[in-house]
């Protein structure tokens, strides 16, 4: 019989709690860890269908990128999203549960997948974290925040950018441009982190990178860059792996779970 916290003791083995960011809520949203498990939804929001979806399939739990609860809430009334969400799952005795920051963190967490899509090579944490945070840690030296490593084969950032469209299937991919209008410069060095990854802008300049990836710059981080391409690509088109990551993690010591990607 599994139960679910016999799947956070999966995941939290590859994505530790503590190497979540102090902002964060990751693990246990909503329900009880002792209940029993055959079918996961995994997904990278937590919403009113995708509690629907995971009723119709029959399934116990819903393990997500991103928490549901994010920010403290004062009620829980059918007044908003989360609140509906909530009410649903309860009433359903489905659990839910997120791997968020942790994951993102964590050697072979959700950059790792990002750069293993890119095929990049010599790849190393952005941004280490701090040693306190760490303690006893496996693989601490390549847990960090962002990954940086070399692309397999040198190109100009118009080919680049091209790339990231086709892996991540993206409409567009929004850069500084002034950088595409030097076809001539070659890209050997990516560095990249999924998700809302400006802060690791400068971090990316500290260790030479040629470009960044990440999903969501913001307009004025675009600005005063001119040395480093930088590439936009969106917060669901950079994560979206982490659904296939996180069913990985499950079916790899528990193949008779029936996993669903939502």
Known sequence: MTKVKDIARLIEEVAPLQLQEDYDNAGYQVGDMENEVTKVVVCLDITESVVDMAIKLGAELIVSHHPLLFRPIKRITPSDYISRTIIKAIQANI???SAHTNLDNAYKGVNYRIAEMLNLEDIKPLAPLPSHRLCGIANA????SGIIGKLPAVCSAVELVATVKKVFKCESVRTNLNMLSRPSRL???LALCGGSGADFIRDAERQNADAYLTGEIGYHHF???DGMLLMEAGHFETEQYTRDLIKD????????ISIFII
């Open 223 to 225: 600005f005063g860059h």
């Open 249 to 256: 993690i499950i079916e790899e010591r528990l193949p008779n």
């Open 95 to 97: 659990t839910l549960y």
């Open 141 to 144: 030296e390549m847990t960090g």
């Open 187 to 189: 890209i050997t060095t």
